[in-house]
């Protein structure tokens, strides 16, 4: 939980019965015990997503709920669903003051029914406003704005996990500046009013920014979106993470600085979701590739396909989904199967590449090194992680871990704790620039480790 004003955990609750129940699954259909020493390999995305701490969701066209082929795919394979149009604000509030849940509410009882997580999408936007709000300006469309966020988010309160509060609302191309719309020009501040709206009507949804061409740490639109998080962090307005929609589509293609763009958001305290992935022709190196940028950021929460089948897609001719139109698994399932099962394959690209340097809004925690995180092996009771450092080949890095849980033993590196006993500063001792350590999950099986710093000499 990003913010500690709030209501104690529901979310984290509701995750640690995920992961439970694909786990408890898994069980079933394989008929296997999983012994420490062997690697469980998952048999569908959402199960095994779930025993990296994490989700894998597609966005749901609640009419298709009818289509028990589209029914099957969904219901076998994701644990997390977006509603495609359902909850946009025309759909939601069609004349003013009149609102139509219907359908937001179906794919609501659906996702409850089969212990998906749901993610709002989407309070504020500049697109799909009904008639009614195109044509409005100023301190009255600010107004209906803020009713609207009001009264949706408290209509769903305690049965979203996350919002996408506001979306798209930075423009394209090297300005770095604000989209112009309707709502921009009630005042630079609707963004954070939004929010603050939201988080008062549901204190505990965590509430996102989102918006697509923020894959590449070095394009202004991402560079934009970055200042805007971090100086909501530093005044306190509540935001506790960034949806990157990641449409590979249309041109846009998948950046080798993807991991940096994710670790560095992540950096300012906010989680990271990949919140609308679909990708041209469907390769299967670059869904691997996004699938283990994810699973090396520690913050990096899940992974949402815009869609089931290629029929399903907003770009149905670019093929860019894990399932053909007959439903059938193309290649890319299987990579992004794979990935999400060992973890550890190593990216194409070079994905750890640093912000480029000079550029004053590089986060931190680096201070002359860059530190990343490679979950290793995963048994029963605890798992390992291994560190890599660049950029120093003398270095501290401090990393914490959730309670219950408990360091058990480690390599390559000269531990210290704090106090408390979940903080470690290792420090290089001559073994290389790769540490690792095996954590004890003592019940708490989602929690990742997550690096505080890395200190050069
Ligand atoms: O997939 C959605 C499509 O069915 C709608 O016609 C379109 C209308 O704007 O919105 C699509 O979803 C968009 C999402 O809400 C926001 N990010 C871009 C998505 C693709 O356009």
């Not at 004053?360 to 290793?376: K, L, M, Y």
Request: charged letters at 15%.
């Amino acid at each position: 939980m990003a913010n500690s004003s709030r209501a104690p955990g529901r979310s984290r609750r509701l995750r640690t019965a995920l992961v439970v129940s694909a786990a408890v699954g898994l069980l079933a259909t394989a008929g296997a015990v999983v012994l420490p020493g062997s690697a469980s390999a998952a048999s569908t995305l959402g199960a095994s997503a779930a025993e990296r701490g994490r989700y894998f969701g597609t966005a749901v066209a609640v009419s298709r709920l009818n289509d028990s082929a589209y029914t099957t795919i969904l219901n076998r394979e994701f644990n997390q669903v977006t509603a495609e149009n359902e909850m946009k604000i025309d759909a939601l509030q069609p004349n003013q003051g009149q609102f139509n849940y219907g359908n937001g509410d179906r794919l609501v009882q659906h996702a409850r029914s089969q212990g998906m997580l749901v993610r709002g999408h989407t309070l504020a936007w500049h697109a799909q406003q009904p008639g009614w709000m195109q044509n409005m300006s100023g301190t009255t469309l600010r107004n209906a704005m803020l009713n609207h966020v009001t009264q949706v988010a408290t209509h769903y309160r305690g049965q979203i996990e996350w919002w996408d509060v506001v979306n798209e609302a930075f423009a394209d191309g090297s300005s770095g500046a604000r989209r112009d719309s309707n709502l921009q020009r009630t005042g630079n501040d609707w963004i954070e009013a939004a929010f603050r709206a939201a988080r008062q009507a549901d204190p505990n949804a965590d509430l996102c920014y989102n918006d697509y061409n923020i894959d590449n740490w070095n394009d202004a639109k991402t560079q934009a979106v970055y200042r805007m998080v971090q100086d909501f962090k530093n005044r306190g307005v509540p935001i506790d993470c960034v949806g990157l929609q990641s449409h590979f589509t249309g041109g846009s293609n998948y950046p080798s600085n993807y991991r940096t763009t994710l670790s560095s958001f992540a950096a300012l305290g906010v989680d990271v979701h990949i919140t609308e992935l679909d990708i041209r022709n469907a390769p299967s190196d670059a869904y691997r590739n996004v699938v283990n940028d994810c699973i090396a950021v520690a913050r990096c929460k899940g992974i949402t396909v815009w869609g089931i089948r290629d029929s399903d897609s907003w770009r149905s001719s670019e093929s860019p989904l894990l399932f053909n139109s007959s439903g059938q698994k193309k290649p890319a399932y299987d990579a992004v199967l794979t990935a999400l099962n060992n973890g550890t394959t190593p990216p194409t690209g070079n994905p750890t590449t640093p912000p480029p340097t000079g550029n004053p809004t590089t986060p931190p925690p680096s201070s002359g090194c860059t530190a990343t995180v490679t979950p290793g092996q995963v048994w029963g009771d605890r798992y390992n992680t291994s560190v890599t450092v660049s950029g120093a080949s003398t270095w501290s890095v401090v990393v914490a871990i959730t309670a219950p849980q408990k360091i058990s033993s480690t390599w390559s590196g000269s531990p210290t704790w704090d106090s408390s006993g979940n903080v470690m500063t290792m420090r290089s001792n001559g073994s290389g620039n790769t540490f690792g350590f095996t954590t004890m999950m003592n019940g708490n099986s989602s929690a990742r480790p997550q690096i505080r710093s890395c200190t050069a000499g």
